[in-house]
């Protein structure tokens, strides 16, 4: 009978190290519908594009006065250093900056400018704009602030050291064009936005 004991000990013993060993089945449709927190990690976030500007293809000279008080304006290029600095300010060529010119240099000297560059807003512009109108400025020196001229909002760009030789800057923005007129004396500046076309 002993004999009979150690060969039923011995089969039983080898069953259970045979269970033991058995793979553990895997729910292999769950593991790959439930990716790794590691992987979802490393998943790259999806970007939106910056929008870019509207274009404003209206013909910019339409959008400055054709006269001034019945005297017809002069549309010749003033200001070019200005606007050369502006352009580079915003990181491009002085030739991608367009510009139409409106002026009249009697006793109401007035300056006016619609400019625009393809790919930029026209709040660069105008942010731009003080330090490009007075470059050799001491530090702190410009104010720029809101004002009204008649029934247009402007932003007013001055500085007292040269606000009386070449005057101060009243700019507003109309579509995806800045609308800037220079002018000795306000009530100058708001008579020649007051003639912008409506």
């Known amino acids: ?10 089969v039983t ?9 058995a793979p553990t089945p895997v729910n292999s449709s769950a593991s790959s519908s439930q990716p790794s927190s590691a992987a979802a990690s490393q998943a790259p976030a999806s970007t939106s594009p910056t929008p870019q500007p509207t274009p404003d293809n209206r ?3 339409g959008l400055l006065p054709a006269d001034f008080r019945g005297t017809e304006a002069h549309t010749f290029p003033v200001g070019q250093d200005m606007l050369a600095r502006l352009a580079a300010a915003v990181g ?6 367009e510009a139409a010119y409106a002026s009249d240099h009697g006793p109401a000297f007035v300056q006016m400018y619609a400019l625009r560059a393809t790919g930029h807003d ?12 007075y470059p050799e400025a001491p530090a702190g020196s410009i104010t720029v602030a809101p004002g009204q001229l008649g029934d247009r909002s402007v932003t007013v760009i001055s500085e007292p050291n040269a606000a009386g030789t070449i005057g101060s800057f009243y700019a507003l923005i109309d579509g995806g064009t800045l609308i800037v007129a220079q002018a000795l004396v306000e009530p100058v500046a708001e008579s020649a936005v007051g003639e912008l076309p409506r």
């Open 122 to 133: 026209p709040q660069e512009l105008l942010d731009a704009l003080p330090q490009a109108a």
């Open 1 to 10: 009978m002993r004999p009979f004991r150690i060969c039923a000990l011995a």
């Open 92 to 97: 491009i060529r002085r030739r991608v900056l």
């Open 13 to 21: 013993v080898a069953a259970l190290a045979a269970c033991s060993s």
């Open 59 to 61: 013909p910019l000279q």
